[in-house]
């Protein structure tokens, strides 16, 4: 699987919007959904997710 596909396969499973994992994780809303987008990059290693 990838980064998005287990991404969106996390948020259906814990039922969290992605507003608010992006304020759990203390990051933007818009890159999360830029995660979700079909062909969006993996994001670095130094960004925290969760």
Do not use: H
Request: glycine share 2%.
């Amino acid at each position: 699987m990838s980064f998005r596909e287990n991404l969106k396969a996390e948020l259906a499973y814990q039922d969290v919007l992605v507003k608010e994992l992006a304020a759990l994780a203390g990051i933007n809303k818009r890159m999360l959904d830029n995660y979700l987008r079909e062909k969006a990059n993996t994001p670095p290693a130094d960004v925290k997710i969760l």
